[in-house]
């Protein structure tokens, strides 16, 4: 079975751009997640779809969006980019979402870097 | 949110020795995962353990859901363990709230 696969592995945008970031979930899988990792705050929740509603979202300003498509693949949008977007952005997907016997399966992410 | 603590931040080992990494958290969960990030970034499921004891290889964990622990342990260590030890746990809602990460450094 495939994994978690994300698009594109590395971006480089410059401050004021918009970007988006792809993520096709394993197959079966109904929930996707979105996180960012930077070394100064960690792993840090973006938001989670599942069955193309959003269910929950991390304390990001709205510049940062999603979406989930009806075959489960997601998509995240960062608008007006700034220096301090630049990240690893990682997608994870679950069976049911994290409050079920479902372990969370991370993609390779995607390196952003704002210049 | 839940705080989550986790130590030692970092640990450097030869390769055949034992460690054990320790997981903290401020609240009750019903869900705990440790992951292992990889020099490259991947971010790999060690184990889904809110309560109890699992064994896999030369891994094992075990939580204490009531005093709001988790331990890592890791045997016979190798090159390849190296990388980030993550812990994550979650209550109510649907996120994940991440441990800063136990940084290990196995040396042949």
């Known amino acids: 079975k495939a994994g978690v696969t994300q698009t594109p592995r590395y971006l480089i945008k410059t401050r004021g751009q918009q970007v988006t970031l792809s993520c096709s979930p394993i197959s079966g899988h109904r929930s996707v997640s979105w996180y960012q990792q930077t070394p100064g705050q960690g792993l840090q929740f973006l938001f989670e779809y599942f069955s193309e509603t959003q269910r929950n979202k991390g304390n990001f300003p709205g510049r940062f969006s999603g979406r989930q498509f009806s075959n489960s693949r997601s998509e995240m949008n960062v608008s007006t980019l700034e220096l301090g977007d630049s990240a690893l952005y990682l997608c994870?997907?679950?069976?049911?979402?994290?409050?079920?016997?479902?372990?969370?399966?991370f993609g390779n992410g995607t390196r952003l870097t704002v210049t | 949110g839940i705080q989550v603590e986790q130590s030692p931040p970092d640990l450097i080992l030869q390769e055949g020795a034992n460690s054990t990494l320790r997981c903290n958290f401020s609240d009750s969960v019903n869900n705990l995962q440790w992951f292992h990030q990889n020099p490259w970034g991947q971010l790999i499921n060690l184990f889904y353990i809110p309560s109890g004891t699992k064994q896999n290889g030369r891994l094992s964990a075990t939580t204490v859901a009531t005093e709001r622990y988790s331990l890592l342990y890791i045997s016979s260590s190798q090159t390849t363990d190296s990388g980030v030890y993550f812990c994550a746990v979650t209550s109510t809602g649907n996120q994940f709230y991440f441990g800063t990460g136990t940084s290990l450094t196995v040396i042949p």
């Open positions: 994870a997907s679950s069976l049911e979402g994290t409050n079920y016997n479902s372990p969370l399966h």
